[in-house]
């Protein structure tokens, strides 16, 4: 089992910057991608951005120049550093890892509990 313990997130103005943090635990040496969802009240969770253990990032369109995703060496913890933000930000963000369990290729995911993002004036 792995565990995924969140910080950070809060409030921000437009234009301002916040961070999110999440530490894993538990049975964590299978893990090979950590990232960050999001889900904004009325849409489906979705991906803001990604990192394999090889260091390949993914972004989603609408956060690519603003947001920078890293990883610890241990790649026991996942940050997200967010700036430049706006209103289309706020949302529970969610961490996420994904663990290759056997050769053949089988995946499982664990979920964080969520923490909450809000930029407004």
């Known amino acids: 089992q792995v565990q995924l313990v969140e910080s950070g997130g809060g409030l921000a103005q437009p234009g301002g910057s916040l961070s999110v943090s999440c530490a894993a635990s538990?049975?964590?040496?299978?893990?090979?991608?950590m990232g960050w969802f999001r889900q904004a009240p009325g849409r489906q969770r979705e991906l803001v951005a990604r990192m394999t253990n090889g260091g390949v990032t993914t972004y989603a369109d609408s956060v690519k120049g603003r947001f920078t995703i890293s990883r610890d060496n241990a790649k026991k913890m996942v940050s997200l550093q967010m700036n430049s933000l706006n209103a289309e930000d706020t949302a529970v963000y969610y961490c996420?890892?994904?663990?290759?369990?056997?050769?053949?290729?089988?995946?499982?995911?664990?979920w964080g509990q969520g923490t909450q993002v809000t930029v407004s004036s």
């Open positions: 996420n890892s994904v663990s290759r369990v056997n050769v053949e290729g089988a995946e499982i995911q664990h």
């Open positions: 538990g049975r964590t040496y299978n893990i090979y991608s």
